[in-house]
């Protein structure tokens, strides 16, 4: 997969070393190169985005792993608590100790999610990002190539 980083690279260099225009403030740039790099981008972004999604499931899988082991710390300190029923001051420990095991996997629950929000929002990011740049690119050199 060709990186899309250094096909932009590629586009500014050539524009930085196209000729300067008799009229106007514009660049003759060589527009097959342009445009074959404008494909060359088209062809990385469906790779770039493939990957964000894989990553974005592999996430997801590990927040439900997560919260399935979470739900299984509670399921034994809720039996943990059912088992030592039989004295006052057991009961009273155990509900003690079953609450503070509940408290631990609810807040490693959340950190998991936060954590797994953040980082597909920076995957997100990175691919508006990319997105971006790219129309940025295709504009300027449509432009580029209309003014000539």
């Given at each position: 997969?060709?990186?899309i980083?250094d ?11 196209g ?5 106007g403030?514009?660049v003759?740039?060589?527009?097959d ?6 494909d060359r981008?088209?062809?990385a ?5 493939r ?5 974005i499931?592999?996430?997801?899988r ?7 082991r ?8 809720i039996?943990?608590?059912?088992q030592?029923l ?5 009961i009273k ?7 503070a095991?509940?408290m631990q996997?609810?807040?490693y629950?959340d950190?998991?999610e ?6 597909i ?13 790219a ?11 209309e003014?000539?």
């Amino acid at each position: 997969m060709e990186d899309i980083e250094d096909i932009l690279l590629e586009i500014e260099q050539t524009v930085h070393d196209g000729k300067k225009a008799l009229f106007g403030g514009g660049v003759v740039v060589n527009a097959d190169y342009i445009l074959s790099a404008v494909d060359r981008i088209r062809r990385a972004l469906p790779d770039m985005v493939r990957e964000a999604r894989q990553i974005i499931a592999a996430n997801e899988r590990k927040r439900q792993e997560d919260a399935a082991r979470a739900e299984s710390i509670i399921s034994a300190a809720i039996q943990k608590a059912n088992q030592m029923l039989s004295d006052h001051e057991i009961i009273k420990q155990a509900e003690k100790e079953a609450e503070a095991i509940r408290m631990q996997a609810m807040d490693y629950k959340d950190r998991l999610e936060s954590d797994v929000k953040s980082d597909i929002m920076v995957l997100l990011t990175r691919a508006e990002r990319a997105l971006s740049e790219a129309l940025d690119i295709i504009t300027n050199a449509r432009s580029t190539y209309e003014n000539n």
